[in-house]
Nanobody
Framework: QVQVEEFGGGMAQPGGSLRLSCTLS????????MGWYRQVPGKERELVAT?????QIHYADFVEGRFIISRGNIQVFLQMDRLQPEDTAVYFC?????????WGRGIQVTVSS
């Protein structure tokens, strides 16, 4: 069974940084695209950043150069700098493999002074 799990959430002050990581476990032949979404209560889940297998990267407009996505074969990372209170959300990792798309359970990121 393929599972995806996020790590590294928590609290940060405005202007601070957090680094999220996500790891895939289980047997897959190949992982294609992977990335991060986020969701706040009462709103739809929104894309944060994605990275394809060949390294094509896409960021949401609100990232504005503050976040960097990077990946390994079965891991994906999100370095978040210059965090703002509006970045507070549950962040979800996903990975698309030959077995289909798998989502993590989500991890809370809270930005507050």
């Amino acid at each position: 069974q393929v599972q995806v799990e996020e790590f590294g959430g928590g609290m940060a002050q405005p202007g601070g940084s957090l680094r999220l990581s996500c790891t895939l476990s289980g047997e897959v032949f190949r992982v294609y695209d992977m990335g991060w979404y986020r969701q706040v209560p009462g709103k739809e889940r929104e894309l944060v950043a994605t990275c394809t297998r060949d390294g094509q990267i896409h960021y949401a407009d609100f990232v504005e150069g503050r976040f960097i996505i990077s990946r390994g074969n079965i891991q994906v990372f999100l370095q978040m700098d210059r965090l703002q209170p509006e970045d507070t959300a549950v962040y979800f990792c996903y990975m698309t493999a030959n077995t289909g798309r798998s989502w993590g359970r989500g991890i809370q990121v809270t930005v507050s002074s």
